[in-house]
Structures are given as structure tokens and as C-alpha cells.
């Protein structure tokens, strides 16, 4: 399942913990694709706490808690890390990652919490959601197989990898447009990962981040810029992204597309995917300023001047899922959408 409709059977499991039609939920993938930020992004939304687990590090009395001696009676005392409303409040969500990675002692006190909400005179607050995540077994992590008992105490989504998603990801979080549109140009290496080489460096929706940052830190410093790039996303990969990044320097004057001055679309194909990741990060900067109208309307006639219709529907594509439905009041919108009128616009 894409990630964006993940992230809303999540919200929905959410806020079914509110009116009692919550099921578990366990998300599978490989590692780096956003597993924890999509359980993240769901507590963000609604300004909740997350509790953050990772089994693989507990012991079983890390959840059942410590006994000790009350008068002629063995009592239990709770963890603090475990949901209470009163320090926590009476919504959340309870994220056990790495659940796949716990060892089967571990996996085995987590199956009363999971299912029957409750660990001896523990229970969870009602409206709390519980979510898990853990890497599949062929994905060549430290992973033990999902006992049935606790398997069927979940509902179970496998996460895919889809471009769309992640572009959309990474214009809400500022990520470089240099990346974006480069992934564009070679949407293969948003994940490449290959379990029967075990490589230690390679690309993945987290590792590209890495890119990002390394790119913020290293290049005013060429020496080292490309060894950087290698180190987060594998040799093929840094290589490729930096050649990408040299050509940059035939970049079509921005500030004249966005000023709606008469400039020619560039012929090669990587500087296209370049121009249009670019005029969408114009666009974002644009939202809400008195000049969005002009820019939103010089970037739409851009986008209809180049040659392969397909690339101006991604430009715009990419452009309404970073500003919203605002495009769609723009003048200038109905001309290009009669223009691109014989092929698809998927939203």
C-alpha cells in the first residue's frame, strides 16, 4: 500500500481508538521508507503524544515491570514508559517498532498488551492507538518470525515505495530541489536495495535525507563532496547524483521563467526534470505572497511550452500537491489544462 494511503488508514485507526472500532496495526517494509515518520505524522496531525517502543532493545520485564514486596503480597510496578493518562493524556499512540526484531520472550509478554490492551493490573487508556512496524525477513535485518498468536492480533500493511509520495514528502520538508528533481530523472534509485549483496551504504526515502543534509554541510567543499554523497547512498548512486548536480550550471534563467519573460525549454531531459523541480520550489516560496498569482501563472505557461506534454503535467502535478487547490483559481490554469487536454493528469 502507497505510503499516502497508509498514512490514511493510520489517521482512521486513530481515531477509531476514540470511538472503540480500533484494530492493531502492523506495518511491514524494508528498512528507510518511512515506516516510523508515517506513525509520527499521524501524532503530529492531531498534536498527540508518541509513545516510541523498540522491542528489539527490551526484556520481558521491561513491559511487565519490576515485582516488589507490598505486606504479604507481590505487587507489580508499571514502567513509566507505557501510556498513563494522566501523564500523558487520554489520547496517543503506542508505536512498538522493530517488533520483528524483539526476541520471542519479548514478543510474547507484548501479545496481552496488543490484543487485550491490559498487562496484569495494567491497562491502556481507551483511546490510545496501537501501531507496530517491522522489517520483513528477506530484507536481511536481525528479524525473528512473527508467532501466529501474536500475527493475528494485528490487522497487517505492507508499505510500497512510490515516487509521487515521497516528492510530495519532500517539498513539505524543504529538501533540496536538486534531489527531488534528480529522482525524478532516475526514479529507480529512490530505493535500491539488493538483500543478497548486504551493501552497507545505499538509497532509500531515509538515506536520500542524509543526501540532503550533506549537501547543506559539504558543498563549499568539493574534496570531500562526492565521498559525502557516497556515504549515504552507496557509490553508483553519490556518482550519479553528482554528475546530475555539475550539469546544473545550464539551468534556464529561474528568475526570468517566474517574471514571465520568453525562455526556451532546455532540450536535455535531465535539466528538465532540473527546471520543473525548481519552479515548484518557486511556487512553494510563492504561496500566500502577493505575487502568487503572477508566479503561479508564468510557471503554468512554462509548463506548457515544453515539448513532452508529460513533463509539464508532472511540473504541475508536483506544483497542486505542494500549494493546494489555490492553482486552481488561477486564470491561467484553464488555458494549460486545454493545452494538455488529449493526455491524462493524474491528481
Not at 529507480?188 to 550533506?214: G, I, K
Not at 563549499?220 to 562526492?226: G, K, M, N, T
Not at 489555490?326 to 486564470?331: M, N
Request: charge should be negative; include cysteine; hydrophobic fraction near 45%.
Amino acid at each position: 500500500m502507497r505510503a499516502s494511503q497508509l498514512f490514511v488508514v493510520l489517521d482512521q485507526e486513530f481515531k477509531g481508538a476514540q470511538t472503540g472500532y480500533h484494530t492493531p496495526v502492523m506495518i511491514w517494509g524494508p528498512p528507510g521508507v518511512g515506516k516510523s515518520q508515517l506513525v509520527n505524522q499521524v501524532a503530529q496531525k492531531h498534536n498527540r503524544v508518541l509513545i516510541d517502543i523498540r522491542l528489539s532493545q527490551m526484556e520481558p520485564s521491561d513491559l511487565r515491570g519490576i515485582p516488589f514486596k507490598d505486606g504479604d503480597k507481590v505487587e507489580w510496578a508499571v514502567p513509566s514508559m507505557l501510556p498513563d493518562a494522566e501523564k500523558h493524556g487520554n489520547e496517543g499512540i503506542l508505536f512498538l517498532d522493530e517488533i520483528t526484531s524483539a526476541p520471542p520472550s519479548v514478543s510474547a509478554a507484548a501479545y496481552q498488551l496488543i490484543l487485550d490492551r491490559r498487562l496484569g493490573d495494567y491497562k491502556i487508556p481507551d483511546g490510545w492507538a496501537i501501531f507496530a512496524a517491522g522489517n520483513r525477513q528477506g530484507d536481511r535485518g536481525v528479524t525473528y518470525s512473527m508467532p501466529a498468536p501474536l500475527a493475528n492480533r494485528f490487522s497487517h500493511y505492507e508499505i510500497d515505495i512510490h515516487l509521487d509520495d515521497w516528492v510530495a514528502w519532500a517539498y513539505n520538508n524543504g529538501i533540496d530541489e536538486k534531489i527531488i528533481a534528480f529522482l525524478r530523472f532516475r526514479p529507480d534509485l529512490l530505493f535500491d536495495f539488493d538483500p543478497a549483496h548486504n551493501p552497507v551504504a545505499f538509497p532509500t526515502p531515509r538515506t536520500w535525507e542524509f543526501v540532503h543534509n550533506a549537501l547543506q554541510k559539504f558543498s563549499d567543499h568539493p574534496e570531500l563532496f562526492i565521498g559525502a554523497l557516497q556515504s549515504c547512498v552507496g557509490p553508483a548512486a553519490g556518482i550519479e547524483l553528482n554528475a546530475f548536480i555539475a550539469n546544473l550550471d545550464q539551468m534556464p534563467d529561474l528568475d526570468a521563467i517566474v517574471n514571465g519573460d520568453s525562455v526556451p525549454t532546455p532540450t536535455e531531459i535531465d535539466l528538465q526534470y532540473a527546471v520543473a523541480s525548481a519552479l515548484v520550489g518557486r511556487a512553494i516560496r510563492a504561496k500566500g505572497t502577493e505575487d502568487a498569482d503572477k508566479v503561479f501563472t508564468n510557471i503554468l505557461k512554462y509548463a506548457a511550452s515544453f515539448r513532452q506534454k508529460e513533463m509539464g503535467v508532472m511540473l504541475v502535478s508536483d506544483m497542486h500537491r505542494a500549494v493546494g487547490d489555490d492553482l486552481f483559481s488561477v486564470e491561467e490554469f484553464a488555458n494549460w489544462a486545454d493545452a494538455i487536454a488529449d493526455i491524462m493528469l493524474y491528481g
